[in-house]
């Protein structure tokens, strides 16, 4: 028994979270998952601990994160697989975000797709999908998140700033999605 699943959206929408919750949650209640707890937000204190989560690396020597995910990561990722089951029998991986591996990590990650480890879920982050392998599409789940509507990213916005002014400004160039608002708000771009 095992999942694959395959989150889309625009950068900034709040893929990684929803995975990384939904994983969090899946393990402390012990229950298996179903897809529409990947629609839910739920707050969690849980440790990341049993969640592998794979994303670029960052370059000490260069100090910038590198081009791609490497094949390197993906045998670690087959590794924690390899483990001992976590105390509830569910083993998550988390890849953020499957459209930045290179030729050798899609293979890598296609091939524990095909031969999936039982009770496990892999979770595969993808801003743009166009760019993913569709021998790696066929094998997952997909889910499509979309930009919040102006009402929505106007509650977004009232929990943060209390001017009507600003949150109008900040909504005009957000584009529906929230990391662009917290951008704006945080940075002061405004």
Known sequence: NSISVL???KTGIGKS???ITFSQ???ENKESPTA???RKTINSEKSLQEIFLCKREFDETTKKYKTAITIDQIRK???FFSLSQTQN???I????AADEMNEASSNAILKILEEPPHKSILILICHNYHNLKSTILSRCQRI????LTEIEMNNFLEKRIDSAEERSLILSFSEGVPANALSLIHFGAL
């Open 89 to 91: 029998n569910w083993r």
């Open 144 to 147: 499509s998140f979309r930009s």
């Open 17 to 19: 979270k929803i995975a």
């Open 77 to 79: 990722l087959k590794e």
């Open 93 to 96: 991986a988390v890849i953020d």
């Open 36 to 38: 529409n707890e990947f």
């Open 7 to 9: 989150i889309t959206g």
């Open 25 to 27: 949650k899946l393990l």
